[in-house]
């Protein structure tokens, strides 16, 4: 680390003493969980994003200059993110490629206060008030916070929307029983309230929510409990690696529910290592398409995938694509600061993400879905596609490549939704 | 009263606790023989179920096989461990050797994040019916499994400390070392022993876990959680660490149970045993059948 | 007092026989010394002076539980709890009560000695193994509450914090923390060092090395048990809260058991029952890391970097430089780093006599 220091000390030296060198490298600092408790859906998205500037460095960058990215593996650990943000703030980054939601929500007044722009991993909807001005109690201007994807609060309610008409549908009398299960921590947390205000108004009866956590482990009680009060549909906040053991659990104990999972809570990984456990579990994807699937912008997607992968053989999951998306958001908004010339700032940089309306980044259409930022109103989009995850039969054999390929898992899309634009949702 | 839940609880209580009480066997059987608090018990079950997992999907190996080649490597890891680590220990202060342990503990366990991953891993399918009915609730097959290898392993265990010359050996180390070393014992090949014995057992509960839960670095965890077994049982009685590890258990999934019905605060489950510890500890520090510490000056 | 150390005890007066330095040598080695670190901030880059700062954090709270363990004969498994509570008090008084920060890390230092005076009191009738088991449980117990006391912590989302500053002058870089850290670790290790020379100190110490001589003696060993704890957290309190304004934000997910066991590790590997130890146990305990990444970084790249993916492990490899270093102090070095410098100067003393 004190060798990159050093480098960087040098590279912003030299960055001072002459301001108007063109072949300046951008520097952006990038956090990654490889390692903690959501490194299961953590490594493809940071490998998403790391393969995504390696491979817009190699087509020479954006305007002429190279990305600098100063990628960390931080474990999850809030304190550990905050400590290593006040190392690049002194370094001069000009964005920053976050990731979970405890770290993101710490650092807010920070970044705002330095004014470097944050897309995330982290979807809380907390981070979509960008003036502070919704009105919610506590409600704190995230300006220059920003991710690619439905927040986690809209896309439960998408999903919420989605069970009341399947409940209307199956003919099921009486009102349908909703619970809220995951952890003690923000990021499961996010949704909760949200969640379940949506539910009371569709004529849901809310059941206690069920604390698991993160981390993988033997669920068996939560899913008796679960069992007991009747639960009709259960949201899962958790990443998959702990939502696996407890769909497995549940399997075993005989629940019969319907399993509402967040965006990252559910992805061809987790479908194999699961097996029948995970079928018929309904969640978010932010793709349009899947990897394997056809569109116009998959050929960029497979050429940024042979930057880790010169093969071409790995399975790319959900993840993997978003963090692309994710990136090209960040590149493109650089890009706009670029052109407008003079010094690269992370003011330039935030302002380059209203640059655009209804913005896909160019090269990947047909993959990344449309996205608005405007300066009071950070959802990129309020459209949420929901997808089952098929599981007809045993996975333990193959790779995630080979079962997707003869049908064994299948993501099946079921529902497309897209939400008002309701000012009183914003912020929570 | 919600009967509904409260007994599938109660017996998801039993089964687990087995469970616990198999590895807190294993910690009493070294804490007998040697006098060392392994703080590294939860470590032997990682261990154990990865180096199967491994065997199994790596080597293709059909499960008795690759069951078997595991025992014969935590026998192996067991004694290396004691030779190369806890013997130069012997004479030191408690605070060094539990710093030891604990050294180990946290060793073993980033190296099985480095090998393996972070991921849980499932085993590949082993019983031609994943569960079975009892009583109305759903059990694995391999939890029934568990509770017939764990009344097995209780069975060898009194068998072994009160019929065979071993036993024997190691029950007379644990009582008075200097005259056992007298009559001919050898002192370390006892412990190397009992630290294999108890490496062997440890993997066998891993093993059951993983098959049922999918191996992951969750499993280190049962060895703290047997802590309050040992406590609940006393330290130095191996009958006392079967029923402490039945009643933890017992008493998680029934804190589960107060807490679903009455205080919706969502974490009794993990945190109920730590205050039984206390309590434990406050009103009878030596548990139901340790033998109370004379102190001699 | 003479300019050489004398072979042998030659002392003529119970101020020649208490003193912390022997020698003029010695004293004025401990100002140049000062004079430097006064100095750092304008020779270290950041990096380093942060480094520099979490070595005296450390330090401070490594000494704490030195006086637990290495003088009393305790253990504790829980320390990290209290450096945690003495953060969220600092934080907390600042934030409710509009204290000044210079002023929250001695209270917060205060609130964390109470509470454990509270886990003291029963913790004295305990020894050995069940102390080490009830600490235990107790960071358990402690680390559950913290993540579920909104009110005082944050809950699982933590809390910011503002920095230090003193009439004005506000201390939120390097360069300026590295000297609030550097005047509390004069302090807090001048006040054990005098401790230890006091009667108090004394019946520590006795208590650790025989306590049923000591209680003969007419000393009270629950009240020295307790009070053991009670300056162990006061120590984990004012290194917690000035963890707290370095850091600018706490969350309970730093205060977990690896860390516990952190802490314990520098007191082993500083020498268990030295002053001086506890800084040089935090400060490899704090480089360790360091010098685990510059290894790895060094071979990134490389064929061993691919066939043992360490790049993507660089966590793994310091929790098991961690556990390694540890287990091999134990059976190489058990007297820790103390001891080995001891030898290392008494080998430069009597050169070329050094047997």
Redesign the interface.
């Known amino acids: ?5 050093g480098m960087l ?1 040098m590279v912003a030296a030299a960055a001072l003493a002459m301001p108007a060198a063109a072949q300046q490298r951008i520097n952006l600092g990038h956090l990654m969980d ?3 408790a959501t ?2 859906v953590g ?1 493809p998205f940071a490998q998403g994003v790391n393969d995504t500037f390696g491979w817009l460095n190699g087509r020479g960058g954006v305007s002429g200059r190279q990305f600098n990215m100063l990628a960390v ?1 931080y ?1 999850y ?3 550990r993110a ?2 290593q943000y ?2 690049w703030s ?1 370094d001069r980054v000009v964005g920053i490629m976050g990731w979970g939601t ?1 770290d993101t ?2 650092l807010v ?2 970044v705002t206060r330095d004014r470097i722009p944050y897309v995330s991993g982290s979807y809380a909807a907390t981070l979509t008030d960008a003036a502070g001005k919704s009105g919610r109690p506590g409600a704190e201007a995230t300006g220059f916070n920003f991710f690619y994807g439905p927040s986690y609060s809209d896309a439960l309610r998408a999903m919420l929307r989605w069970a009341a008409d399947d409940w209307k549908a199956k003919g099921a009398p009486g009102r349908p029983k909703y619970v809220h299960m995951g952890a ?3 990021y499961p ?1 996010s949704p909760k309230e949200a969640g379940e205000a949506m539910a009371k108004e569709l004529g849901f009866d809310v059941l ?4 698991f ?1 993160l ?4 669920y ?3 899913c ?2 679960l ?3 009747g639960a009709n549909y259960a949201y899962l906040g958790n990443t998959a ?1 702990s939502n ?2 407890v769909l ?2 549940c399997q ?3 629940v019969n529910v319907q399993f509402l999972g967040n965006v990252w809570g559910m992805d061809e ?1 987790a479908m194999k ?3 029948a456990a995970a079928n018929g579990v309904v969640f978010p994807v932010r793709t349009a398409v899947v990897w394997g699937q056809q569109a116009p912008g998959m050929a960029n997607v497979e050429a940024v995938s042979k930057v880790s992968d010169p093969t071409g053989r790995a399975y790319r999951p959900v993840h993997y694509l978003a963090g692309i998306c994710a990136s090209m958001l960040m590149a493109e908004a650089v890009e706009s600061a670029i052109a407008k010339g003079g010094e690269l700032t992370g003011e330039k940089v935030r302002d380059g993400f209203y640059a655009r309306q209804n913005w896909v980044p160019k090269g990947f259409e047909g993959v990344c879905n449309p996205s608005t930022f405007t300066p009071e109103d950070h959802r990129g989009t309020l459209r949420v596609a929901l997808y089952r995850s098929v599981v007809s039969g ?1 996975t ?1 054999n193959g790779s995630v490549q080979e079962l997707m390929a003869n049908g064994t898992m299948k993501l099946q899309p079921v529902a497309t939704i897209e939400l008002e634009r309701k000012r009183e949702l914003l912020g929570w | 009263m919600d009967w509904a839940l409260l007994v599938p609880l109660v017996l998801n209580g039993l089964i687990v606790g087995a469970l616990y009480g198999v590895v807190a066997m294993s910690f009493v059987l070294i804490y007998k023989a040697s006098q060392v608090v392994n703080f590294a018990q939860g470590e032997f079950l990682l261990v154990g179920a990865w180096v199967c997992w491994w065997l199994l999907t790596e080597w293709q190996l059909p499960f008795y096989a690759g069951f078997l080649v595991t025992l014969a490597f935590m026998t192996l890891f067991g004694i290396i461990l004691q030779v190369v680590v806890l013997r130069p220990l012997i004479g030191e202060p408690v605070i060094s050797v539990i710093m030891a342990t604990i050294g180990l503990g946290i060793f073993f366990q980033a190296l099985m994040k480095w090998i393996f991953g972070v991921f849980a891993k499932p085993f590949p399918p082993i019983f031609p019916a994943d569960r079975v009915l009892v009583f109305g609730l759903q059990i694995q097959t391999a939890y029934l499994l568990s509770l017939g290898i764990s009344v097995l392993i209780m069975l060898g265990f009194a068998w072994f400390f009160t019929a065979s010359k071993h036993g024997l050996a190691m029950r007379a180390t644990a009582f008075d070392q200097q005259v056992a070393q007298s009559l001919g014992i050898s002192v370390p090949k006892v412990f190397a022993m009992s630290w294999a014995i108890s490496a062997v057992v440890s993997a066998v509960a891993g093993i059951v876990v993983g098959i049922v839960n999918g191996v992951s670095s969750a499993l280190s965890f049962y060895g703290i959680k047997v802590f309050p077994a040992v406590i609940l049982g006393g330290l130095d009685s191996v009958v006392g660490a079967v029923l402490g590890g039945l009643i933890i258990g017992v008493l998680e999934n029934l804190a589960q149970y107060v807490d679903a019905e009455w205080l919706h605060w969502g974490n009794m489950y993990t945190v109920a045993p730590f205050y039984a510890l206390i309590i434990i500890l406050m009103i009878k520090p030596y548990g139901l059948f340790g033998t109370k510490a004379i102190e001699r000056v | 007092m003479s300019i050489t150390a004398p072979s042998g005890e030659y002392h003529a007066s119970y101020r020649e026989d208490m003193t912390i330095f022997p020698t003029r040598n010695t004293r004025i080695a401990l100002w140049v010394g000062l004079a430097l670190l006064a100095c750092a901030p304008l020779v270290f880059g950041r990096y380093e002076l942060g480094l520099l700062i979490n070595i005296g954090i450390m330090g401070i709270a490594a000494l704490g539980l030195n006086i637990l363990v290495g003088f009393t004969g305790q253990i504790s498994i829980g320390h990290a709890a209290f450096f945690g509570f003495g953060a969220f008090a600092s934080a907390y008084l600042h934030e409710r009560y509009h204290i000044p920060v210079a002023l929250c890390i001695p209270l917060a230092g205060i609130a964390t000695a109470l509470v454990g005076l509270v886990f003291g009191t029963p913790a004295a009738r305990l020894k050995g193994l069940y102390l080490a088991i009830a600490t235990l449980a107790a960071q358990f117990i402690l680390e559950d509450f913290f993540a579920r006391a909104q009110w005082f912590t944050g809950g699982t989302a933590g809390r910011i914090t503002e920095p230090f500053s003193l009439f004005g002058w506000v201390a939120d870089r390097e360069e300026s923390y590295f000297y609030v850290v550097l005047a509390f670790v004069i302090i807090m290790f001048v006040v054990a060092a005098n401790l230890m020379r006091t009667r108090d100190g004394r019946a520590l110490v006795a208590v650790r090395d025989h306590y049923l001589s000591a209680e003969v003696m007419g000393i009270n060993l629950a009240y020295y048990r307790t009070l053991s704890f009670g300056i162990a957290s006061f120590y984990a309190g004012i290194a917690g809260a000035l963890y707290a304004h370095y850091l600018l934000f706490v969350s309970v997910e730093a205060f977990n058991i690896l860390f516990s066991i952190q802490f314990l590790g520098m007191v082993i590997i500083g020498g268990l029952g030295s002053i001086s130890g506890s800084l040089m146990g935090a400060a490899f305990m704090v480089l360790l890391p360091e010098v685990v990444q510059a290894g790895a970084e060094a071979l990134s790249g490389s064929a061993i970097d691919r066939a043992l993916r360490l790049g993507a492990s660089i966590s793994f490899l310091r929790e098991m430089a961690i556990g390694a270093a540890i287990i091999l102090f134990l059976i190489f070095e058990p007297d820790g780093l103390a001891h080995r410098w001891r030898l290392v100067k008494a080998y430069w003393k009597l050169y070329p006599y050094s047997h």
């Open positions: 680390m004190s060798m990159r220091r000390g490889l390692s903690g490194s299961d490594t593996d474990g650990q809030a304190p905050v400590s006040q190392a002194r405890a929500e710490a007044r920070f003690n921590h923000p947390n206690p929510p069920i604390v956590a981390t993988p482990g033997d068996t009680a939560q008796l409990t069992k007991s009060q690696g696996i053991s497995r659990a075993t104990a005989g990984n290592a699961a097996g045993d333990s």
